[in-house]
């Protein structure tokens, strides 16, 4: 019984959860993906020959980012890799 | 007369409608095929096209179209008497607002879940696609007049409501805060936050706030105007995630908490109608029943901002073709019961039609002032809160519906402006900031403009948003109805509400045009003027359409 009440109240999470997200969930990942271009453009920002104070740090991230570079600048509108020495596809 | 009859006969009426007409008009009409691939399956992305559970897509979809627009509407007009304004919620909820709303849903979800705008463009013309932008424009530019100048009524006709009002912003930034940066749960954030809200709502009346009455020579009412149109300006630039979005959420409890309890009351309580079935002792001024009552309830009946959003987010997310029957027009239903509960409000809530005809003493009055102050009476009657309380809480409801429409309603002038800079290569004007600044000197123009130095006579302005607002909804008819008869089926079912529409628009404006020029109010002729020309423009769009739809053969799909 009280297995039953806390799935139920569970699926009541879940819908109400739903509810919440879904009317919002479009202009929330847009918001999202903005900020995600601001901080690809901070990383990659010297290659580019914007001076970048933190450059050193954000060296380390690159790598790292290798699968969202590609996606980020097609979305900026540029079919292959804008860097010469940093090729994706 | 008790208005437990009248609640009966008004569910009853809908519920019959929603059991019956809409499953000949799904089945038969519109053909939902349950194997049709909606494109929230085909364009799946997680983002726009999710695939949503039914319950949860007619929760927002009728939380988002039921506001206070329905509260207002009925209120007022139950200035002819109950009857009227009654019968014509109860039979265009069942054979306008339900059919239009499904119907657009249908539409959008047959063309790629295209949003109505688009769909005029391609399905009607280029020249209807303009005509739809300026009428959109118009639209929310009233509304949000409108609510300005509402709330600013409701805060000064209830100091006691101001603390809870403004108070409930500060619970939704908490609110926000702690779901996106997933602190805690929503389940209990949710009752964290509703028990806040109504802790405020409680104390609220032991702090009445008022402005002073005259602020360097400013009314109180125009302050709290200029003070509400500030805070929308700020609510609209904020991310959705921080403000809009946690009360939109809070407004969608509100909404159920009201209906039920306003409801309950009248089950309980059994309060009377004290006002006429049909007044025939209307204070002078008021304009003829005939065709104003069906301009004056516009949300309740039928509104083209269903249209909006049911193409614009619901068409996106609809699982099954066959929910866009139990999303739209069960949207609709609910959307003209909150209306009901306005009508009985406004009608049963006064303990005498001596105390009715004191409020309702010219055209325009009442409205939401009406539904709070007789729906606090049914209240404390049914259920025994005490009736400050009781006014509280519905001054609260109402003053947050319309400003989260109001907070929406800027946020899309903006984008308009936005676009516009775009098209016409104006740079500032496509930034947020100087896009927000136009839209709400625009707003104030209209507010100020129609009303004098004390906004107050914002209300005026009613008549013309519901026109307005019909004119969007016929648009959208005029979609489903060239879709209707493209397949060589029946169109009779939604272009019999389309003329209904257009006549009764065409007439209350060209009414309202005289009595404006008879009162040389030039202000509000040359508005009135504005929307005429656009009324004219969707009829002669729509007689073009139709001609040529009827001329073409038939597809086959």
Redesign the interface.
């Given at each position: 019984m009280a297995n039953r009440i806390l799935g139920a109240?569970r699926r009541?999470?879940e819908?109400?959860?739903?509810?919440?997200n879904?009317?919002?969930?479009?202009?929330?990942?847009r918001?999202k993906r903005d900020e995600e271009d601001l901080f690809m453009l901070l990383v990659f920002s010297e290659m580019m020959g914007i001076p970048n104070p933190a450059a050193w740090s954000t060296l380390e991230l690159q790598p790292l980012l290798m699968d969202r570079f590609h996606e980020w600048h097609t979305r900026m509108g540029m079919e292959r890799s804008p860097l010469d020495h940093f090729r994706c596809c | 007369m008790s208005a437990i009859v009248l609640l009966l006969l008004g569910l009853g009426g809908m519920a019959a409608g929603y059991l019956f007409y809409s499953r000949f008009i799904a089945n038969r009409i519109f053909k939902l095929d349950p194997d049709f691939r909606t494109p929230a399956h085909e364009f799946e992305d997680?983002?726009?096209f999710?695939p949503?559970?039914r319950?949860?897509?007619w929760?927002?979809h009728f939380t988002?179209v039921a506001g206070a627009a329905p509260i207002v509407g009925p209120a007022i007009a139950v200035i002819w008497g109950w009857l009227p304004a009654f019968v014509w919620v109860v039979l265009g909820t069942i054979f306008f607002a339900g059919v239009h709303d499904s119907g657009a849903l249908w539409a959008s979800v047959r063309n790629r879940a295209k949003s109505v705008g688009a769909l005029t463009g391609e399905v009607v013309g280029h020249r209807a696609r303009t005509i739809f932008m300026i009428v959109i424009f118009l639209v929310l530019l009233m509304v949000n007049a409108v609510f300005g100048v509402v709330i600013a009524k409701l805060l000064i006709n209830n100091p006691g409501a101001v603390v809870p009002v403004w108070g409930a912003i500060a619970v939704a930034l908490v609110i926000g805060q702690l779901?996106y940066r997933r602190i805690i749960?929503?389940?209990i954030v949710?009752v964290v936050g509703v028990a806040a809200l109504y802790s405020l709502i409680y104390i609220g009346p032991q702090v009445p706030i008022a402005l002073p009455d005259q602020v360097m020579g400013l009314s109180a009412s125009a302050s709290w105007i200029l003070l509400l149109f500030a805070y929308a300006a700020i609510a609209s630039l904020l991310?959705?995630?921080m403000l809009?979005?946690p009360r939109?959420?809070i407004n969608?409890l509100q909404l159920f908490v009201g209906l039920i309890l306003l409801y309950g009351a009248v089950l309980i309580g059994n309060p009377t109608v004290v006002a006429p079935m049909i007044n025939v002792d209307v204070p002078p001024g008021t304009p003829s029943l005939l065709p104003l009552l069906f301009v004056t309830i516009a949300c309740g009946a039928i509104s083209g901002f269903h249209g909006l959003v049911a193409s614009g987010?619901s068409s996106k997310?609809l699982h099954q073709e066959t929910d866009a029957r139990f999303v739209g027009y069960f949207g609709a239903v609910g959307e003209g019961s909150l209306a009901l509960a306005a009508i009985i409000a406004a009608t049963a809530g006064f303990a005498s039609l001596a105390d009715w005809q004191a409020v309702y003493t010219a055209f325009g009055k009442g409205s939401l002032t009406a539904f709070v102050d007789g729906g606090a009476a049914i209240l404390a009657g049914g259920l025994g809160l005490d009736a400050s309380v009781a006014a509280t809480l519905l001054t609260v409801m109402a003053a947050l519906f319309a400003g989260t429409t109001m907070d929406t309603g800027l946020r899309l002038q903006r984008y308009i402006f936005q676009e516009w800079g775009e098209i016409y290569q104006q740079k500032w004007l496509t930034r947020p900031l100087p896009a927000t600044l136009l839209s709400v000197a625009s707003c104030l123009l209209l507010a100020f403009g129609a009303g004098g130095a004390d906004g107050s006579g914002g209300l005026l302005i009613w008549p013309l948003f519901g026109t307005t607002n019909q004119l969007l909804a016929g648009l959208t008819l005029l979609v489903i109805t060239i879709m209707l008869v493209r397949r060589g089926r029946p169109a009779i079912y939604t272009l019999g509400p389309l003329v209904f529409l257009l006549v009764m628009t065409l007439l209350a404006l060209l009414m309202q045009l005289k009595s404006f020029y008879d009162k040389q109010d030039w202000f509000l002729l040359g508005l009135d003027l504005v929307v005429l020309v656009a009324a004219l423009l969707v009829t002669l769009e729509c007689a073009a359409a139709l001609k040529k739809a009827f001329s073409e053969p038939v597809e086959s799909t």
């Open positions: 109240l009541l999470n819908l109400g959860t739903q509810y919440y879904a009317p919002y969930r479009a202009a929330i990942a918001a | 997680g983002v726009d999710v949503t559970n319950y949860v897509l929760g927002h988002s779901i749960g929503l389940g949710s991310p959705v995630w809009l979005q939109d959420y969608g987010t997310q």
